[in-house]
């Protein structure tokens, strides 16, 4: 199963709130390309996906930095 969306402007706090909403599902693909998430909301999707079974994340054309490429992938532990 996989949600795409892309172009939204979901920003960093709608990134968040998604992710925490995605434990329980059956969503293994997620694309928020194009919303305008940061380097913020890029660390704390990854953190609320604890839990949840999402395979593929397309982050493509936000304003993630290198900081926040980095806590984005720290922050996937514990994720499936």
Do not use: C, M, P, Y
Not at 61 to 70: C, F, K, L, S, T
């Amino acid at each position: 199963h996989s949600v795409n969306l892309s172009d939204n402007e979901v920003g960093d706090d709608g990134a968040r709130d998604f992710a925490a909403n995605l434990k329980g599902t059956q969503v293994h693909s997620v694309s928020l390309a194009w919303n305008q998430i940061g380097d913020d909301g890029a660390r704390d999707f990854a953190v609320n996906l604890k839990g949840a079974q999402v395979h593929l994340v397309n982050l493509s054309g936000n304003q993630i930095g290198d900081d926040g490429a980095r806590d984005f992938a720290a922050n996937l532990n514990g994720t499936q």
